[in-house]
Structure formats: structure tokens, C-alpha cells
């Protein structure tokens, strides 16, 4: 069985432009969330889906973020207008159901707003 | 709120020696799960150790071994005979027991650790 995946492993984009990050769980994990990991921290929570409904998306930094689970796998995360700010790795992690106890995580994406 | 706290931004220790990497947090909560992860340069987060804060006997995996103390809040790392391939960023993690709309992880900013041949 695969793992997690994460889809690009890298992306460079310009300040002010819209990019969609994807993440495609282990099949059969319902649970999935997004973190976002700065330069020199630990990853930060940003929205948790428990199948298709995204169940807390607390963590998204402002509404230039938002996330999909349309058929309860595959998730993309998706960033207008992007900043300077927002470089970052954005890691994705799954797990069998909200309740389990441990998170699998994808190699993440490293985003670069230039 | 949670929170986490890595003391030591980085450790270096000798091939074969005994490192131990610090964390403590901060919670209300009396049932939670504590993990340790580490991250290879290659981002990929892989889960160490976990341990259950009901459970009063320390988690071991291997080499690798916690020093929970629930009272004082504090979830040590200890790594014995250290290995090259140990050479990652260490990560103590928290996450509220029941999870649900409080599964996410809540991680410390994480330690550096170096391994000397």
C-alpha cells in the first residue's frame, strides 16, 4: 500500500497569483488534515476533513485559503492571491478515522511565492 | 489552549551514545496522546514513539524511549546507541484524546539533532 502523496513536491510562483496544492491519502482514511510548516517551526494546523466536510478549518490563516474533499480522498488545497508570507511546506497527513491515534504524512509541498 | 515546547533548538551527540531531547506542554485536558516524530531532510514526518497520558508506564520502541511525567507536564526523548540515520529534526507533538474536530496535532517548534561519527 502507498502512502501518502503529495503533488508538487515543489512549486515557484509569483506574488499575487492562484495555486492548488494536492494531497492523495492511504486508501480508506477518512480523517485528513493540512498543516503548514515555516521555515524554522514545527507544522501548524490548517483545516481538518473527516470525509468529504471539512470538520475544522480553524487553522486556515484568512480567506485567501480554502480546501476541498469533493469524493472524500484525494484533497486539494487551494491559495489565491498569494503573498510572500504564505512560502512555505504545506504537509498533508491522514489517518484511518478522527479518532486514531496516529497521522500519516506526505513528503509535502514546498511553496515558494516569490 | 495547548501548547508545546521544545527547549533546545538544537543537540549534537556522539555515534553510539545516549541523547535525550526535551519537550514540555500545556493543557487542562487530563486525557491526550504525546508523540515524538522526526523529519528527515526529506520533509517526511515519521512517527517515533507515542505515548497515552492515562498510561502511567513509560513507551518504549527499541531505542528509542520516553520519560513521561504528567504532573510536571514533560515529555522527554531519550535515543540510546545513536546512529548515523538518527540525524533528523525532532518534533514533540500533542493531540486532545478524543479526537474529532481536535484531532490536529499540535507540535513544538522542534529540535535539530546532529550525530558525530
Known amino acids: 500500500g502507498a502512502g501518502v502523496s503529495q503533488t508538487p513536491s515543489n512549486k515557484v510562483t509569483e506574488k499575487g497569483k492562484y495555486v492548488e496544492l494536492r494531497c492523495d491519502p492511504i486508501?480508506?482514511?477518512?480523517?485528513l488534515y493540512w498543516y503548514r510548516q515555516s521555515l524554522g517551526q514545527g507544522p501548524e494546523f490548517l483545516i481538518y476533513?473527516?470525509?468529504?466536510?471539512?470538520?475544522?478549518d480553524s487553522g486556515l490563516p484568512n480567506d485567501r485559503f480554502f480546501a476541498v474533499r469533493p469524493e472524500g480522498s484525494v484533497s486539494t488545497l487551494k491559495i489565491q492571491r498569494t503573498e510572500r508570507g504564505d512560502s512555505a511546506v504545506y504537509l498533508c497527513?491522514?489517518?484511518?478515522?478522527?479518532?486514531?491515534?496516529?497521522?500519516?504524512f506526505g513528503p509535502g509541498t514546498r511553496l515558494t511565492v516569490l | 489552549a495547548q501548547t508545546v515546547t521544545q527547549s533546545q533548538p538544537e543537540m549534537s551527540v556522539q555515534e553510539a551514545e545516549t541523547v535525550t531531547l526535551s519537550c514540555t506542554y500545556d493543557?487542562?485536558?487530563?486525557?491526550?496522546?504525546l508523540f515524538w516524530y522526526k523529519q528527515p531532510p526529506s520533509r517526511q514526518m515519521i512517527l517515533v514513539i507515542r505515548?497515552?497520558?492515562?498510561?502511567?508506564q513509560n513507551a518504549t520502541e527499541n531505542r528509542f524511549s520516553v520519560n513521561f511525567q504528567k504532573a510536571a507536564k514533560s515529555f522527554s526523548l531519550k535515543i540510546s546507541d545513536s546512529q548515523l540515520g538518527d540525524a533528523a529534526m525532532y518534533f514533540c507533538?500533542?493531540?486532545?484524546?478524543?479526537?474529532?474536530?481536535?484531532?490536529?496535532?499540535?507540535f513544538g517548534k522542534g529540535t535539530k539533532l546532529s550525530v558525530k561519527p
Open positions: 497527513a491522514s489517518s484511518l478515522a478522527s479518532g486514531y491515534n496516529e497521522q500519516f
Open positions: 486508501s480508506g482514511h477518512t480523517a
Open positions: 476533513f473527516q470525509g468529504t466536510g471539512a470538520a475544522d
Open positions: 493543557t487542562s485536558e487530563s486525557d491526550y496522546y
Open positions: 505515548q497515552e497520558a492515562y498510561k502511567q
Open positions: 507533538a500533542y493531540r486532545f484524546y478524543y479526537g474529532g474536530s481536535q484531532g490536529n496535532l499540535i
